[in-house]
């Protein structure tokens, strides 16, 4: 997410600079201890990524990328509704500050590992696309898996809000 964001602007002077936006240097002020060592575990995992991606792959149709993707939307609504009625877990909208740790709270857990995918498959997809000068499917198929946990995310939280 933090990757994403980064602009390149022309500040006041003419010169070129690296700038955030401002909502993002609010949500990053906002951070805690544990959003900011989350935000460093995303990073070292995109770093190998980037530096030595995975080279020769296997020929992926886009049923293997869209695979993913109808899992993550299908499987977390089903697995978090089900730990909820047996174990008594809240279901509410996750926080970047909330440990992915805490049990009760497995949405946070969910919207980290998805962070996690995309910030690997991005750091496959640039890595591949400067090493070998290809895009790496296996990238998008992880980026594919991410969005599909976040749109499963935003899926149980609608269906959470039409049953209150």
Same mark, same amino acid.
């Given at each position: 997410m933090? @990757? *994403? &964001?980064?602009f390149?602007?022309?500040? !006041?002077? %003419?010169?070129?600079?690296?700038?955030? =936006?401002? /909502?993002?240097?609010?949500?990053?002020?906002?951070?805690?201890k544990?959003?900011?060592?989350?935000?460093i575990?995303?990073?070292?995992?995109?770093?190998?990524? @980037? *530096? &030595?991606?995975?080279?020769?792959?296997? !020929?992926? %149709?886009?049923?293997?990328?869209?695979? =993913?993707? /109808?899992?993550?939307?299908?499987?977390?609504?089903?697995?978090?509704?089900?730990?909820?009625?047996?174990?008594?877990?809240?279901?509410?909208?996750?926080?970047?500050?909330?440990?992915?740790?805490?049990?009760?709270?497995?949405?946070?857990?969910?919207?980290?590992?998805?962070?996690?995918?995309?910030?690997?498959?991005?750091?496959?997809?640039?890595?591949?696309?400067?090493?070998?000068?290809?895009?790496?499917?296996?990238?998008?198929?992880?980026?594919?898996?991410?969005?599909?946990?976040?749109?499963?995310?935003?899926?149980?939280?609608?269906?959470?809000?039409?049953?209150?």
């Open positions: 933090f @990757l *994403i &964001s980064i390149i602007g022309i500040n !006041k002077v %003419g010169n070129l600079e690296l700038c955030f =936006p401002n /909502i993002l240097k609010k949500r990053m002020k906002d951070w805690d544990t959003g900011k060592v989350k935000a575990i995303l990073g070292v995992f995109l770093l190998p990524n @980037l *530096i &030595s991606p995975i080279g020769a792959q296997p !020929k992926m %149709g886009f049923t293997m990328i869209a695979i =993913p993707l /109808i899992f993550g939307v299908m499987a977390i609504p089903l697995i978090t509704k089900f730990n909820a009625v047996i174990f008594g877990q809240v279901i509410e909208k996750p926080k970047w500050n909330d440990n992915p740790l805490h049990l009760k709270k497995p949405l946070s857990f969910f919207q980290f590992g998805a962070y996690f995918f995309l910030s690997t498959g991005l750091g496959m997809i640039i890595g591949s696309l400067i090493n070998y000068q290809q895009l790496n499917l296996f990238g998008l198929a992880t980026i594919s898996l991410g969005l599909g946990v976040l749109l499963g995310i935003q899926l149980l939280l609608r269906i959470a809000q039409k049953q209150e």
